[in-house]
């Protein structure tokens, strides 16, 4: 949720920008952030930051889950499978 508000907000930031500059430096600006997320070294630090994140909120889950009552945990284990085999793993999937 994190990396879509920072991307939602530098939408924003970029349109703002480019309406008040005109719309030829709104292209320039657009231009210039496909470049950088067309890069593929901040591809692949984009996909190695949600990887690591996935894998603190395994290990998180797994360490409160532990300490819940037994009925919610059985509900969180269930919400989690249920996630798995519904692939909503949005973050950094090659298609």
Not at 66 to 72: G, N, Q
Not at 86 to 94: C, R
Request: hydrophobic residues 40%.
């Amino acid at each position: 949720m994190r990396y879509r508000l920072t991307f939602v907000s530098g939408l924003a930031v970029g349109y703002v920008l480019g309406a008040r500059a005109g719309r030829e430096r709104y292209e320039q600006i657009r231009k210039a952030v496909r470049r950088i997320a067309e890069n593929p070294a901040v591809r692949n630090a984009g996909e190695a930051a949600a990887l690591s994140g996935r894998q603190a909120a395994a290990k998180a889950a797994d360490a409160v889950q532990d300490r819940l009552p037994s009925p919610v945990s059985d509900r969180v284990r269930t919400a989690r499978d249920y996630r798995a085999r519904a692939g909503s793993d949005w973050g950094a999937e090659a298609h």
